[in-house]
C-alpha cells in the first residue's frame, strides 16, 4: 500500500503564499506521476497541477498558472506545491494523488492523501 501524506496548509491572507509538501511511503511504486487536486465545500475535485517523474513535465490548471509551481524531489519521496498571490477562491482542501499518466483526470490516480486545509480570507 502507498500512503501519501499532505502538510502545509493553513490560513493565509489574499496575497500570501503557501508550501504545501506530500510524502510518500510504504510500497512503492515505479515511476509515478504525482498530481495536486483540491476540493471545494459543494464542489467536485478539481484538478490542480501534476509532475512527470523525471519532474521535465507539468501540467496546471488555467486558474493556478503563473501563481502556482509543482515541483519534486525522488531522493525524498516529496512532492511541492507552491503557491503564490493566493485568492479566496483558492480555498479548499488540497489532496495529493500518484498514478502513472501525466492527466487532469482524477479517476486516473491510484492513490491519494487526506487531503490538508488552505483557507485563504480576503
Known amino acids: 500500500q502507498v500512503h501519501l501524506v499532505e502538510s502545509g496548509g493553513g490560513l493565509v491572507q489574499a496575497g500570501g503564499s503557501l508550501r504545501l509538501s506530500c510524502e510518500a511511503s510504504g510500497r512503492t511504486f515505479s515511476r509515478p506521476v504525482m498530481g495536486w487536486f483540491r476540493q471545494a465545500p459543494g464542489k467536485d475535485r478539481e484538478f490542480v497541477a501534476a509532475?512527470?517523474?523525471?519532474?521535465?513535465?507539468?501540467d496546471y490548471a488555467d486558474s493556478v498558472k503563473g501563481r502556482f509551481t509543482i515541483s519534486r524531489d525522488n531522493t525524498k519521496n516529496m512532492v511541492y506545491l507552491q503557491m503564490n498571490s493566493l485568492k479566496p477562491e483558492d480555498t479548499a482542501i488540497y489532496y495529493c494523488?500518484?498514478?502513472?499518466?501525466?492527466?487532469?483526470?482524477?479517476?486516473?490516480?491510484?492513490?491519494w492523501g487526506q487531503g490538508t486545509q488552505v483557507t485563504v480570507s480576503s
Open positions: 494523488a500518484g498514478g502513472f499518466t501525466l492527466t487532469t483526470a482524477k479517476n486516473r490516480y491510484n492513490y
Open positions: 509532475i512527470s517523474w523525471t519532474g521535465g513535465n507539468m
